[in-house]
């Protein structure tokens, strides 16, 4: 296939249907993306009132993207006028809904519509709706995303206690934080935010931290400059994606420290344990905040406030291991009793689900689960062997940990793309990764996995229940490179399945 199939013009074609699972950022890009390139019958079906994902669901106070704006956004609709350098999360969802109208890709969007199954029919896919209705496709794209399921520790006692527990990714809005005694349990980016955010406010703060975490200070409310704004809103389109391309290549950075040990990384390190020492002058608070493994080895945190608010005088670390939560608040193992208003649940994901609990069977049957009983793997993110014209779009092994992710899910709606055209070209019908291209992939993705700073002995959601790392341990170029011209070796490609429809 050449490039020029991909960009329109299709002149006696059969146009694929396309089903999206999912608007969150992933969603968006492919759909952007695939009618960039042309297709124009695509359903993007979404759970969710509104778009955004994980931006639209986490809704807690203090939720700040770690990532800077400039970089957090699709390179085909860039803002000029965030208003911090880190943009806070309501920010973005209303951007991502923004991108949505401006683009015209409402028209493709069914909002409360939660895929509970679907089914390769042999030829395409049926998709059912958790309200009954069903849906046909020639191919299925799922853009379900990492960060999607709430992860409620299972706590002796946590339905026993007579106040609130509120999960950070499903924050009510009726809750009341003020004058209140509050036990955050969880410290990865989440719980460090709301720390944060609750500390002023709270009468009595305690922090359950089973792990402390690295916490590297960055400025993350410093605004964006006015004069900033007001520049990038005068360039052109091609200086704005010069600029996406300058920082696209200065994160590369964050892949070099993660993935390889080196100088770099060490230095990045110590920048960490020096933001410790600078932070925490008393030195048996800092003792007791030092964590034993390396700092990047976690997903890493970022803040210029946690410090000072776990160092305020109504808030409290405690390190001891919760042994259960009573009816007045949560029990210690060394036999204390925290009495708390409220507990909040900074407690994270199950990040490997993916498109599960969805009841998906690909060809002859095959289910999800069983595919996937040693741990969720795709060939290059995104090919499942079993599940013809089946995509993921930040599927397994996605970069979480270092590569922008705006830019990986449009290489792979760009990708996937591809394969559309060869469709609508009448070269195939359906299309599966075999077997052993994809065992091949995951050999390597296990390899290069060796020398990650993930794997230097920390628990973090990285890591499957089997105990890999499930993160794309390659750089950008290479990502670039494997999600090129589709390898057609690696692949059965059927024909003349599927009756002419036109
Ligand atoms: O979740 P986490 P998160 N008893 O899994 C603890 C993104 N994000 O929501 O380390 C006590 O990192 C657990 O302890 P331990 C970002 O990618 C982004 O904070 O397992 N504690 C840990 O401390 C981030 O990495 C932004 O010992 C229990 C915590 O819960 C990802 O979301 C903002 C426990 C879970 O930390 C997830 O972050 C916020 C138990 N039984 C989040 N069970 C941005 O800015 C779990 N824990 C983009």
């Known amino acids: 296939m050449n490039r020029s199939n991909l960009e329109g013009g299709h002149m006696g074609g059969r146009e694929p249907k396309v089903v999206i699972i999912g608007a969150g950022v ?107 209705s069903t849906l046909e496709a020639d191919f299925l794209i799922a853009a379900t995303g990492v960060l999607h399921h709430p992860f409620t520790p299972d706590i002796p006692g946590l339905d026993t206690f007579a106040g609130r527990v509120v999960h950070t990714a499903r924050w009510p809005e009726d809750v009341t934080m003020r004058d209140r005694r509050i036990a955050v349990i969880g410290t990865g980016s989440t719980g460090v935010q709301i720390v944060s955010a609750l500390q002023p406010e709270a009468s009595h703060l305690a922090h359950f931290v089973r792990t ?123 036999g204390r009793e925290h009495d708390v208003d409220l507990i909040v649940l900074a407690t994270g994901f199950q990040a490997h689900n993916y498109m599960r609990p969805m009841n998906l069977r690909g060809r002859d049957g095959l289910t999800i689960d069983e595919a996937w009983a040693k741990g969720p793997r795709a ?60 065992t091949r992939f995951n050999d390597q993705v296990a390899a290069a996995l060796g020398p990650t700073v993930w794997n230097t002995g920390c628990n973090s959601w990285y890591l499957t229940e089997e105990g890999t790392v499930d993160l794309w341990p390659f750089d950008r170029a290479t990502m670039a490179e494997l999600l090129g011209e589709p390898d057609d070796r690696d692949f059965l490609v059927r024909q003349n399945l599927i009756p002419d429809r036109f």
């Open 379 to 438: 060939y290059r993110m995104t090919a499942i062997p079993g599940f013809p014209n089946l995509f993921t779009v930040l599927g397994p092994n996605s970069p979480t940990g270092s590569i922008s992710l705006q830019y990986s899910a449009e290489l792979t709606a760009r990708y996937i793309a591809r394969w559309l055209a060869r469709f609508r070209d009448r070269e195939l019908d359906t299309v599966e990764v075999t077997e052993p291209a994809a």
């Open 26 to 132: 992933a969603g968006i890009a492919t759909a952007a993306t695939l009618r960039e390139a042309g297709f124009t019958d695509l359903t993007v079906l979404e759970k969710g009132t509104d778009v955004g994902g994980v931006w639209h669901w986490n809704r807690y106070p203090g939720l700040t993207c770690d990532v800077p704006s400039q970089m957090y956004q699709f390179s085909f609709a860039p803002k000029p006028d965030w208003s911090r350098v880190f943009a806070p999360g309501e920010e973005i969802q209303r951007y991502l809904r923004d991108v949505v109208d401006r683009l015209d890709l409402a028209r493709h969007l069914r909002l409360g519509a939660e895929v509970v199954g679907a089914e390769f029919t042999g030829a395409g896919w049926r998709i059912s709706v958790a309200d009954g």
């Open 212 to 334: 402390p975490q690295w916490v590297m200070w960055a400025p993350m409310g410093l605004r964006q400059p006015a004069v900033v704004s007001a520049l990038l809103d005068k360039v052109p389109p091609a200086a704005h994606r010069a600029l996406y391309d300058v920082l696209l290549w200065a994160s590369g950075i964050l892949a070099d420290i993660t993935t390889r040990p080196s100088w770099r990384r060490r230095l990045a390190q110590e920048y960490a344990r020096w933001c410790l020492r600078r932070q925490v002058p008393e030195p048996e608070l800092r003792r007791r905040l030092t964590p034993d493994y390396q700092p990047l080895c976690k997903r890493q945190v970022l803040s210029n406030t946690y410090y000072r608010a776990i160092r305020a005088g109504n808030a409290e670390l405690v390190e001891a291991p919760i042994e259960r939560v009573t009816p007045r608040g949560i029990r210690t193992a060394d």
